[in-house]
């Protein structure tokens, strides 16, 4: 095996780069291409040679501290990712999408961009050779098919590369970028001894403006001239060593970078061929100038080494190119890998090679990037100038997570740097984003409108991530996106306002050209002082238009950010108060699943005791020999039982009417029967106390409907005990129930329960429907009661679909009117099944046999007593496991089995499971669940697991004796 043959993959990136090959990467990402070809086109118009040395070594240092925040985050969070990884972990998955976003739009550019520079370099240097085949134009610039190709070759070949051997695409990236610093220090030693030394380099600035403005103009550009030394911190988890080594590897690449710039930029600048003063007059004249004398840096190595000399700075920028493609898609694949990872783009773009390579990324890379170069090198260029405003929000990104960091642990300095970073960033986005204010800062007029159009696909696309967010991690920032329109809205502005100003000068040129032409014709020259006075006039005019153009767009957009900032504002205080309610929401469900849960336990609490209490009661009521003092003192503790039962029975049903827990179980019912029934619960206590007492439904003609019964007579129960209560002696009670209307198989009722009781004064009848409310006068003081009678009444008669009304008068009495609507039924049905309803009878249940399942010995000797008492024989055990043991034995043992739920060892669903499973025989034998638990979802359970019927302690004897009954014939 070679020294370059990789480890197999263990779905991870493996470490494999050292402190020089992460130096290649920061170097040759940062610095590629455009120093052999910005000195002439771009450096010395703005500031001259010295202007521009200075100014770059500046920039160098202010990239510096956008290192030194890199390297605090890097240490922190050393994996792939870079800047989007920092910024998804500390400020959320929406702002590391928009830092991604930009990040992709920044690379892929410097890809495309030094793929199609060697042809145009190419094209200086050798003229036409690669000038062959099919040709067309786009903004300007003929594009060659031979060009195309060269750059499509060069796309491949890289990514073959960096795809199958990253060792070797490391290794590429150490020796390209170490010849290229060769060449260039080389050819500026040859140049300057050539040229016999840098005084020569007259004049120091350009002559356009101050010395400090041409200075400042250079640092702007920073962004651009060095964007790429931070993309080592997508392959921090490749590095061979720890990342805190990586802050001077990052600084020797910026030294190493601004010395390739300035250095190239001093040989431009000796650069002056035979005819022109100075390089100032020959940087002029660049455009016009055909061949090697069209670029500076070239024409300078070739004329102090000949032919050495251009090979020499020919190497050089070839690897210049090389690295910039290698570095950076080593950089875009990392970084398309994590957003993979992190599902904010299709899994499949993470997947590895066995060598650890994500090669699905960069092929998507190299596929997208070879459709590039067709668009020529003018279109592209629109493209890379985007990279400014892309690093400066990727940068400012970096600073701000750095500077949460660093208040996070209570780190000054990295609050320092972070702050530091933030207000260069900031500085970089004022002078490019807000129009007009610094004129050397404007880019192309197509270059923002290209940043439009990715920032609109920006929003597009995280619209489809947000989507399919299944995680909830994306859509917690809104201020993500307002920056974003804030970002659309600006550039908007400027491209704008660059496009009309661009247009008005073309306008301006051409009636300039043809006025001068008509001069000529009427016999004027055009140095005439008539023809330049007017020629003077309109460029003026333009001026002034430009200015006043600069002026407008500047005070649009300060209304804009205005206006925005206070939509913002308003927004927030929205947001806000959302996020309250929500909060308040979650918290108010939270404490309902805890008095929920805390009303279950108290249910089986209460219970327990009171099943006690009533079932001894109930024992030492049927003693003959209980003196008749005794008897009284226990039919009161069973009126007291009883009461107490009701008040814990109202409490529960509260509960669940509010926690929307209680459901309705409609069946045919018919009204005259449960009238009846209620009529025959409360004549003797209304008898007793001297009330007349009267139940009419005479006016109801469809008295068969499908209705909840239950509900039904619980409405009933309640109003009618209410009237009771407080109704005195020798009152009168009316129950009036008549039929109103109806359509459809629906008719609609009308239920009247009235009295000539105390009533009540008006205040109070307002809130007799809330809970726990009661009226505190002397005439009420004696009356029992929770207060939640008649609050239950209106949940019920809601939950039916009905609605209900008090009228009353303080010493009248009160009138309670129900309104509701059944269903109608089939009266033939429901006189079927009261003709087939069994004969009250006394039943003998001598030889039947029981198994009651009890933990509690209470309940057990009270159980075994009433069941005694009716003959039944009766086993216990002690908990499910015994009892499924006891009945696995005999399966025709028991007649019945009484199952409580909650038990030791196995608990009574679990049993009852147990024993339904054991063949068909088991699955017949009745099991009656006990429990001290009342609510339904606990019937529920019980009838799930198999049981026939749900019985709630305290038990009612003869209700218990029914069921038994029912289910054994």
């Known amino acids: 095996m070679t020294r370059f043959t990789e480890q197999k993959n263990n779905g991870a990136l493996s470490r494999y780069l050292s402190p020089l090959a992460v130096w290649a990467l920061a170097f040759g990402c940062s610095v590629g291409w455009g120093s052999f070809v910005m000195p002439g086109t771009t450096f010395l118009p703005e500031a001259g040679p010295w202007g521009s040395a200075v100014g770059l ?23 792939s990712g870079g800047a989007y990884s920092y910024t998804r972990k500390v400020l959320g998955g929406d702002h590391g999408f928009l830092c991604a976003w930009m990040l992709i739009l920044t690379y892929i550019a410097v890809i495309w961009a030094n793929s199609t520079a060697l042809s145009m370099i190419v094209r200086y240097i050798a003229g036409d050779v690669l000038c062959f085949g099919f040709s067309y134009q786009v903004a300007g610039y003929t594009v060659y098919f031979g060009e195309v190709l060269l750059s499509v070759v060069l796309l491949l070949v890289t990514c073959f590369i960096c795809t199958l051997w990253k060792r070797i695409a490391a290794w590429t990236q150490i020796i390209c970028a170490l010849l290229m610093v060769v060449g260039v220090i080389l050819s500026f030693v040859a140049v300057v001894s050539h040229r016999g030394g840098l005084e020569k380099l007259t004049p120091a600035f350009a002559q356009k403006s101050g010395p400090a403005t041409q200075i400042f103009a250079i640092v702007i550009l ?58 100032g007059e020959y940087i002029a004249s660049l455009g016009n100038l055909k061949g090697l004398q069209g670029l500076p840096t070239f024409y300078a190595a070739r004329e102090a080494m000949g032919d050495f000399g251009l090979v020499t700075m020919g190497i050089a920028a070839f690897c210049g190119i090389v690295t910039g493609l290698v570095g950076n898609y080593i950089a875009l694949s990392r970084l398309i890998y994590k957003l993979s990872s992190d599902e904010m783009l299709p899994r499949r773009l993470s997947k590895l090679s066995r060598r650890g390579v994500p090669y699905v990324a960069l092929l998507c890379v190299a596929g997208v990037s070879c459709v590039i170069p067709i668009f020529g090198r003018t279109a592209i260029g629109w493209i890379v100038d985007v990279t400014t405003i892309g690093a400066t929000i990727v940068y400012s990104y970096t600073s701000i997570s750095a500077l949460i960091t660093g208040k996070r642990e209570r780190r000054a300095s990295i609050m320092v740097w972070g702050i530091i970073g933030t207000l260069f960033a ?58 974003l329109l804030v970002l659309i809205l600006l550039v908007s502005i400027v491209w704008i306002r660059q496009s009309t100003v661009n247009e008005a000068s073309k306008i301006a040129d051409d009636v300039r050209v043809v006025h001068d032409m008509q001069a000529v014709k009427a016999g004027l020259s055009k140095d005439s002082e008539i023809v330049r006075g007017a020629d003077n006039y309109i460029t003026e005019r333009i001026y002034e238009f430009g200015e006043t153009v600069r002026h407008n767009t ?34 108010a469900e939270q404490n309902s ?27 030492a009521r049927r003693e003959k020999d209980a003196p008749g003092q005794i008897r009284d003192y226990l039919e009161k503790i069973d009126y007291s039982g009883q009461h107490m039962l009701s008040l814990i029975n109202d409490i529960l049903d509260m509960s669940r009417i509010e926690s929307g827990k209680m459901e309705l179980m409609t069946e045919p019912a018919d009204l005259s029967g449960i009238l009846d029934e209620v009529k025959a619960v409360f004549a003797v206590q209304m008898n007793e106390k001297s009330i007349e007492f009267t139940v009419d439904y005479s006016d109801v003609r469809n008295k068969a409907v499908v209705c909840d019964k239950k509900c039904l007579k ?38 009247k329960v009235a009295d000539t009781g105390i009533g009540m004064r008006p205040e109070f009848a307002e809130h007799v429907f809330d809970a726990f ?119 025709d043992a028991y007649d019945a089995i009484l199952m409580d739920i909650q038990m030791p060892v196995m608990n009574g669903y679990d049993a009852s499971r147990a024993i339904r499973v054991m063949g068909d025989k088991y699955e017949k034998i009745p099991i009656i669940a006990l429990s001290a638990n009342s609510f339904e979802s606990d019937r529920r359970n019980a009838l799930e697991a198999g049981m026939n019927a749900y019985v709630s302690k305290p038990y009612n004897p003869k209700e218990l004796m029914a069921t038994l009954e029912k289910l054994m014939n």
């Not at 439009?452 to 809104?478: A, C, N, P």
């Not at 009237?723 to 008719?747: H, M, N």
């Open 222 to 279: 920073a962004p651009w001239a060095f964007i790429g030394f931070e993309s080592i911190s997508h392959s921090a988890e490749e590095f061979k060593f720890k990342p805190k080594k990586s802050m001077p590897i990052m600084i020797a690449a910026l030294i190493t970078g601004a010395m390739c710039y300035i250095t190239l930029t001093l040989c431009a600048g000796l650069a002056v061929p035979d005819g022109f003063a100075d390089w």
């Open 773 to 891: 409310e009661r009226e505190r006068s002397r005439t009420v003081e004696g009356i029992q009661g929770s207060g939640l009678g008649m609050a239950i009444t209106k949940r019920l008669v809601e939950l039916a679909g009905g609605t209900i009304s008090v009228d009353t008068e303080q010493g009248k009495g009160t009138c309670f009117t129900v309104c509701v609507s059944f269903p109608n039924a089939d009266e033939k049905e429901i006189a079927e099944e009261r003709a087939d309803a069994p004969e009250n009878e006394t039943t003998n249940f001598a030889g039947k046999r029981l198994l009651l399942v009890e933990d509690n010995p209470i309940n057990v000797e009270i159980a075994l007593a009433l069941l005694g008492a009716e003959g039944f024989e009766v086993d216990t055990a002690e908990n499910g496991k015994v009892a499924v043991d006891i009945v696995a034995s005999d399966p």
């Open 57 to 79: 070594l500046i920039g160098a240092g202010v990239m510096m501290v956008f290192g030194v925040n890199y390297y605090s985050l890097m240490t922190r969070y050393p994996d």
């Open 714 to 751: 619980r409405i009933l129960f309640n109003l009618v005990s209410n009237s009771y209560k407080f109704t005195p002696s020798g009152g009168r009670v009316a129950v009036l129930l008549r039929q109103t209307g109806g359509k459809d198989d629906v008719s609609d009722y009308e239920l």
């Open 593 to 619: 699943r805890a008095k929920s849960a805390f009303l279950s336990n108290m249910s089986h609490d209460l219970r327990t005791p009171m099943n006690a209490i009533i079932g001894y009661t109930e024992l």
């Open 426 to 483: 900031v500085m970089f986005a004022v002078f490019y984003l807000l129009p007009s204010i610094w004129e050397y800062s404007k880019l192309a007029s197509e270059s923002y409108l290209i940043l439009i159009i990715w920032s609109l696909l920006g929003m597009v696309t995280f619209r489809f991530l947000i989507q399919r967010d299944r995680s909830r991690r994306l859509g917690k920032s809104e201020i993500v996106w307002v920056l």
């Open 554 to 587: 500047f005070v649009l957009a300060t209304l804009i950010l205005c206006s925005i900032a206070v939509i913002f504002s308003i927004f927030s205080i929205i947001k806000k108060r959302e996020q309250q309610i929500e909060s308040e929401r979650l918290l």
